[in-house]
């Protein structure tokens, strides 16, 4: 289409079959190749993990790695070979955990 002056006025239409693009807000983490955001939880993931092994390491430097947070007993050598961060026995690996504390000991 002819606009005055000469110009062209170009008219932008989506296909049938594109999806249509969502801009994320800022500070959104996004996947690079597709451009998704809900990566996110693949990092929460990661994080919880990294707390998980640093947890495990203080109890290891404070002298209460193996020991059960619910009750103090020893926790099994084979329940740590299969989870090494673990922080309960298996008696109260179900037990609900009050984040930040270690209730028993």
């Known amino acids: 289409m002819q606009l005055a002056g000469g ?3 170009i008219e932008l239409t989506s296909a049938s079959h594109a999806s249509p693009r ?7 983490i996004v996947n690079v190749d597709t451009g998704d955001p809900g990566d996110l939880r693949v990092l929460d993931h990661a994080e919880g993990k990294l707390e998980d ?5 203080r109890r290891l430097d404070e002298g209460t790695y193996a020991i059960c947070e619910a009750c103090g007993r020893a926790i099994g050598e084979d329940r740590l ?3 090494p961060v673990t922080r309960r026995c298996a008696d109260h690996a179900l ?3 009050t984040p930040g504390t270690s209730a028993g000991i």
Not at 22 to 28: A, D, Q
Not at 53 to 57: D, H, P, S, T
């Open 7 to 9: 110009s062209t006025r």
């Open 22 to 28: 969502r801009v994320p807000p800022p500070g959104t």
């Open 53 to 57: 092994v640093e947890r495990a390491l």
């Open 81 to 83: 070979a299969r989870s």
């Open 95 to 97: 037990a609900p955990v």
